[in-house]
């Protein structure tokens, strides 16, 4: 069985040997043996843990509970409980699914908002009145207004209130809200349907435009969320090269 130095892992790891000590002591790998003039000695397993924790790590999406799966992942991985890892990791690529499924249904929510098959009230509603309609707070609804994704009307004695058309353009945003599209995707959306209703919505929310400064993972949910589960695919084969070859050729060398 070969043997490395924190070097020679951090090479193949392509990370700073800092970095390999790092993630030892955050309980990312397994803790390494020690040769009698003190050096770490790694093995394949931590070459393997180390890729495993790179490919978790980049994971851009980190709504719901994701991150905290992959962490628990990497923690079963460094206890060598390679089976519970795995079954960690297939929980991670439902959760993943899950997050998928209920974008793509905030699509079609949105299609049937917009296509008029949800209804909005019709009535003018005040503020207060909107917030209770739609499950909001008015701190909320006052963000959105300062990010630009709605314009409050104001009645001749000030008091700001909404029609139907804006109940309609409130649904549109907290259902994409729900769904962890960024205020930016749903900006952008939003003035695409005012110029083209039947715009391909999918398409307009993962497709940030050239004068869009910073982008965020949220302005491509989609595109994020697909990048992830073959990550989490890409993790479940290294757990199962680990388990069981790599680490019992581990516990021969100490």
């Known amino acids: 069985m ?80 390679f089976d519970e ?19 793509h249904k905030a699509i079609d929510s949105v299609r ?17 009145e909107a917030s209770r309609q739609l499950g909001l707070t008015i701190d909320t609804l006052r963000n959105w ?11 001749v004695n000030g008091y700001r209130y909404y029609d139907g058309q804006d109940i309609q353009r409130l649904l549109i945003i907290r259902t994409l809200r729900m769904a962890n599209y960024s ?18 919505m999918e398409v307009v929310l993962n497709t940030p435009s050239k004068n869009e400064d910073l982008i965020s993972v949220c302005d491509q949910l989609l595109v994020s969320l697909s990048t992830s589960l073959d990550d989490a695919k890409t993790m479940k084969q290294l757990l199962i090269k680990m388990n069981p070859p790599l680490y019992h050729q581990s516990l021969k060398t100490s």
């Open 85 to 103: 890892a795995l079954q960690a990791a297939d929980l991670y690529a439902c959760m993943i699914e899950e997050e998928i499924r209920s974008a």
């Open 2 to 81: 070969q043997i490395y130095r924190t070097n020679e892992v951090a090479a193949k790891a392509k990370v700073h040997p800092n970095t390999v000590r790092l993630y030892e002591k955050l309980h990312f790998i397994t803790e390494a043996e020690r040769s009698k003039n003190g050096y770490r000695i790694f093995t394949d397993l931590h070459i393997c843990q180390m890729k495993l924790a790179r490919i978790g790590l980049r994971a851009e999406v980190l709504h719901h509970g994701l991150r905290n799966q992959v962490l628990s992942i990497l923690h079963l991985s460094s206890d060598c409980n």
């Open 183 to 200: 205020l930016m995707a749903i900006l952008r959306l939003l003035k695409h349907l005012e110029n083209d209703p039947t715009a391909n």
């Open 112 to 128: 049937a908002i917009v296509e008029g098959r949800i209804c909005p009230v019709t009535l003018e509603l005040k503020r207060q």
């Open 145 to 155: 207004e300062l990010n630009g994704l709605i314009t409050t009307k104001r009645k």
